[in-house]
C-alpha cells in the first residue's frame, strides 16, 4: 500500500488551512442538505441507515466487481447508491439543462434523499464518495448528526429509530499499472461490445468512456485519485472503520479478503446495552477450539472412573447403534428411538453423545416422557397409565454419494 512521506513545516500550515476552509464549506454544504430531510427524519417517517460502507478505489480496481460480495458479507440486500449515477439523475439533468453546475451541494443534497429511500433502512453501500476534502467533512458531520439524534432520544419511545450508526470506509487498492491495464481492457471490451450491437442489433450499448481509451488518460486519472481522494480518504482512520482491500489479486483473492474484514464483530455493531447483556456468553468460536481437548478430557474419565457403565454403552452402540448406521449410509442420517433402561442415567446418555462425537458422527440425543397403560382397575375399570420415558438419538454423518451413468 502507497506510504506518503511527512509534511514540512510550511505544507502543514497549507494543508491546514485548506482544511478550514473545507470544513467551513462543508458545514454551510451540510446544514443545508441536511434541512431538506431534517423534519423527516427527527420525526420519524424516514430512517437514515443503520450501516453505510462508503466506498472508494482507483480507476479499474473493481468497484463492481466487488460490490456484490459485500452486499453478501454485511447481509445487505438494495443495490448501492452509485455516486456517477447521481450526477445523471433527472434532477441532475435538469439542473444541467439549465446551463449551471453541479457542485458538491447538489451531490450530497441528492445523496441523503437516497439514504432516506425505505431499502436503505439496514444498511446501504455508498460507490464513489467522498472523493474530496469537503465530502469528507461532510460524512463527519452526518455521523456526528445520527449520534446527537440517538443521544436525545435514548429512553425514549423513539429511541429504536437511532439504532448505533456504523460507518465504514472502505478502499479497494491497486497499483498504476494494475490500474492502467485494466482501463484500457475495460475501454476495448466497450468498443468491441458496441460494434457487435450496431452489427446485430441485440443487446444495448454501453456507455464509452474516453478516459479508457487513452494510456495517458487513464494514468491521469489514476494520479489524481492518488493525490486528491486517497490522501484525504486517510483523514476518516481516525474515525471510522477503515479497510484498505488488496484489490490486484484475482478474484477469488479479493473475495477472500472482504469476507476477513468484513468478520461480524458484535462489540462493533451491537448498541452498548445489548452488548453488555450478552458478552458473557462465550463465543462458539472460543469454545470450539477446545472442545476437542474436553472431549478427550471426558472419554479418559469415563473409562478412568465410571467403567462399568461406559463398557455397557458401548455395548449398546455396537448392538443397536452401528447397524442402523450402516442401514442410512447413504443418507447420513439415523434416527433411533431407545427404551432401554440404561439411558435413564444421564451419564449413560452423554457417554454415547460423547463416543459417537469422537468417531466422527455429529450425535443428539433428547427424552421424551410419554404415558403408558400398565393395568386396568378392577374396581373402576379404568386404565391406569405409567408415565415413561423414551430416549431419541439422532445421529448425523456424510453420506455416500450415488454416481448415475448417463
Not at 423527516?40 to 468497484?63: C, Q
Not at 439533468?93 to 445523496?111: M, Q, S, W
Not at 429511541?159 to 485494466?182: H, M, N, Q, T
Not at 449410509?329 to 440404561?342: H, I, K, P, R
Request: with cysteine; proline share 6%; hydrophobic share 40%.
Amino acid at each position: 500500500m502507497p506510504t506518503t512521506p511527512p509534511p514540512s513545516t510550511k505544507q502543514r500550515d497549507q494543508l491546514r488551512a485548506e482544511s478550514d476552509e473545507a470544513v467551513a464549506q462543508a458545514t454551510a454544504i451540510f446544514q443545508s442538505a441536511w434541512s431538506h430531510i431534517e423534519p423527516r427524519v427527527e420525526s420519524g417517517p424516514s430512517r437514515l441507515p443503520r450501516e453505510i460502507i462508503w466506498l472508494g478505489g482507483a480507476p479499474g480496481a473493481g468497484k463492481g466487481t466487488n460490490t456484490p460480495f459485500i452486499l453478501r458479507e454485511r447481509g445487505i440486500t438494495a443495490p448501492p447508491i452509485v455516486t456517477s449515477d447521481l450526477l445523471n439523475a433527472p434532477e441532475m439533468r435538469v439542473l444541467k439543462d439549465a446551463g449551471n453546475l453541479v457542485g458538491d451541494a447538489d451531490v450530497i443534497r441528492l445523496l441523503f434523499e437516497r439514504l432516506l429511500e425505505p431499502a436503505h433502512t439496514t444498511g446501504v453501500v455508498v460507490d464513489g464518495f467522498p472523493r474530496t476534502r469537503v465530502q469528507v467533512e461532510c460524512v463527519k458531520l452526518l455521523y456526528k448528526k445520527i449520534l446527537h439524534l440517538r443521544a436525545t432520544n435514548r429512553g425514549t419511545p423513539r429511541a429504536y429509530l437511532f439504532p448505533k450508526p456504523s460507518f465504514e470506509i472502505v478502499v479497494l487498492y491497486v497499483g498504476e499499472k494494475e490500474s492502467v491495464e485494466r482501463q484500457l481492457k475495460r475501454g476495448q471490451e466497450t468498443v468491441l461490445h458496441n460494434q457487435r450491437v450496431r452489427d446485430t442489433g441485440i443487446r444495448e450499448l454501453l456507455d464509452e468512456r474516453a478516459t479508457d481509451l487513452s494510456e495517458e488518460a487513464c494514468r491521469k486519472r489514476y494520479r489524481v485519485f492518488m493525490e486528491q481522494t486517497y490522501d484525504v480518504l486517510q483523514s476518516l482512520k481516525q474515525t471510522f472503520h477503515f479497510h484498505v482491500i488488496n484489490a490486484q489479486s484475482d478474484i477469488a483473492s479479493v473475495e477472500r479478503a472482504i469476507i476477513n474484514e468484513f468478520r461480524y464483530q458484535s462489540s462493533l455493531e451491537l448498541d452498548e446495552e445489548t452488548f453488555d447483556a450478552v458478552r458473557h456468553i462465550p463465543l462458539a468460536s472460543e469454545i470450539v477450539v477446545s472442545a476437542r481437548q474436553r472431549l478427550v478430557e471426558r472419554l479418559e474419565s469415563y473409562q478412568r472412573e465410571s467403567s462399568g457403565l461406559f463398557r455397557q454403552v458401548i455395548a449398546v452402540i455396537d448392538r443397536d447403534f452401528v447397524p442402523a448406521i450402516f442401514v442410512q449410509a447413504v443418507t447420513g442420517l439415523a434416527e433411533l428411538t431407545s427404551d432401554n433402561e440404561l439411558f435413564a442415567n444421564p451419564l449413560a446418555r452423554r457417554m454415547l453423545v460423547d463416543v459417537l462425537n469422537e468417531r466422527g458422527y455429529r450425535t443428539t440425543a433428547t427424552v421424551e416422557m410419554r404415558e403408558v397403560p400398565t393395568r386396568i382397575d378392577p374396581a373402576t375399570y379404568e386404565i391406569v397409565l405409567t408415565t415413561k420415558p423414551r430416549y431419541h438419538f439422532e445421529v448425523h454423518f456424510q453420506g455416500s454419494p450415488i454416481r448415475r451413468g448417463n
